[in-house]
């Protein structure tokens, strides 16, 4: 009985030796005290938004246990520096809604992007002692200086702005810092990889629509860094090629290490640089176990495998750490929630990385590309906005919205001229 229980403890110890950096965790807890750790994709609104007939009043609830992966205390205990908090709603499938073929019939997208928006502006407004927005690298700086967790805004699929350049110039102005050009369904402007497996083709090459790259120069304008994480491959070759500005990837691992359409393969990893040719750009690992190996058996090493995997073809400047928490239903050993972050840093510590090397990977290196990309978006602050709408909309010029018979609130000269126009429309 004793000899047993010796066995199990010595078994303990080695499993657990061989587990976690256990040797690196101080040191990695030091350095992220130093320097912030920038999470690029927490789902922590859509938990808020699922939970709550009125959402609102979860908000106050964040500084205990709450649901999910993601609370203010294990927020706290993981030394997390700084998170991209996620406006997303589901694809249609999902939520039984269908604009067509061709993304003409109206969702409740746009309504439900504002509320997650509101959702986020309240967290931050509910908890000034722990969260403070951040849109640029400064203000992530000036946020992690006093002692909160920087609060920044990702924008996940382009189903949610309802077709429309518009749509996206205001939330530009919301503060929305990244634009994942799909969810796991396509939208007017690109093609998704899918919800894991392929889905029937509908834009040409199975990339970028028209307005899609009409859309990507919108962003580099705006200052909105290009998020291609969930793209199909030709949507992230399109945009790579076109944008002005880096991209990023704020959620996903490397394709040749294990083989999942949200992965990215190397072939791509290979247009990320500063070389000729190339475009800057940052890789931020998640870790979704899904996407990183055969589960159950993801730990904290898979996660680290597939950092060193990217940084071996882009270097250790262009990764980064995306946890995806709130957003999956699985996690890996050792990085069960948000205060386990350090078990990651601890790895790479063991694995040899530097402390520059991890700060960098911590966040200097997305805030370096944050930076670039508020430079080219200053540089062409004199590019008038797009004027760009989706080819099938039908509802442009608005010929109804003067009313009709009686009711007609045009000014006369406004009437005839729509009149005259009613033809024109009928021709497009
Ligand atoms: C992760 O799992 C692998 C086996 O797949 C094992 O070799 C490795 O030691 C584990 N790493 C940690 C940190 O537990
Ligand atoms: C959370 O904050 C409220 C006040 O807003 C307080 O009453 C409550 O005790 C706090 N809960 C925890 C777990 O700290």
Redesign the pocket.
């Known amino acids: 009985m004793r000899l047993i229980s010796i066995l199990q403890t010595l078994a303990l110890t080695t499993s657990f030796a061989r587990g976690i950096a256990t040797d690196f965790v101080d040191k990695a807890i030091k350095l992220m005290e130093e320097s912030p750790l920038l999470d690029t994709h927490i789902d922590l609104p859509q938990i808020i938004r699922s939970l709550h007939r009125k959402p609102l009043d979860a908000i106050?609830?964040l500084?205990?246990?709450f649901p999910g992966h993601v609370d203010i205390?294990r927020m706290r205990e993981g030394r997390l520096g700084g998170a991209f908090w996620t406006v997303w709603a589901p694809c249609y499938d999902v939520v039984g809604e269908d604009p067509g073929l061709d993304f003409n019939t109206p969702t409740s997208h746009v309504r439900d992007a504002l509320e997650m928006l509101d959702i986020i502006q309240n967290m931050i407004a509910r908890h000034p002692d722990d969260f403070q927005y951040a849109r640029s690298s400064a203000e992530v700086w000036d946020a992690f200086n006093a002692g909160k967790i920087a609060s920044l805004i990702g924008m996940e699929g382009t189903h949610v702005l309802g077709n429309s350049l518009g749509a996206l110039r205001i939330f530009a102005q919301l503060g929305v810092r990244y634009l994942t050009l799909t969810h796991t369904c396509h939208s007017a402007f690109a093609s998704s990889c899918g919800p894991g497996t392929p889905i029937d083709v509908v834009h040409e090459g199975d990339g970028l629509s028209e307005l899609g790259k009409e859309l990507i120069k919108e962003l580099n304008r705006v200052g909105i860094m290009v998020d291609l994480a969930h793209t199909t491959v030709a949507t992230m070759r399109q945009a790579i090629e076109l944008s002005e500005a880096p991209v990023v990837w704020t959620h996903a691992g490397a394709r040749a290490l294990w083989d999942h359409p949200r992965n990215v393969p190397d072939e791509i990893l290979r247009m990320i640089g500063d070389g000729p040719g190339q475009k800057d750009g940052v890789i931020q690992s998640i870790f979704f176990p899904t996407f990183l190996g055969p589960h159950p058996g993801v730990n904290v090493s898979h996660v680290a495998n597939h950092i060193e995997h990217i940084a071996g073809i882009v270097g250790k400047s262009r990764v980064g750490i995306a946890s995806d928490y709130d957003g999956m239903n699985l996690v890996p050993e050792g990085l069960e929630d948000a205060s386990k972050y350090p078990n990651i840093v601890a790895e790479l510590l063991s694995r040899g990385w530097t402390d520059d090397e991890v700060r960098g990977a911590l966040g200097g290196n997305l805030m370096r590309i944050m930076d670039k990309v508020d430079e080219v978006s200053e540089k062409l602050k004199d590019r008038l906005p797009s004027s760009a709408i989706w080819e099938k909309r039908t509802d442009l010029p608005s010929l109804k919205w003067g009313g009709g018979g009686q009711h007609t609130y045009w000014p006369v000269d406004v009437k005839a001229n729509v009149e005259k126009m009613y033809l024109r429309h009928d021709e497009l």
Do not use: I, R
Request: charged share 0%.
């Open positions: 106050p609830l500084n205990g246990s205390p």
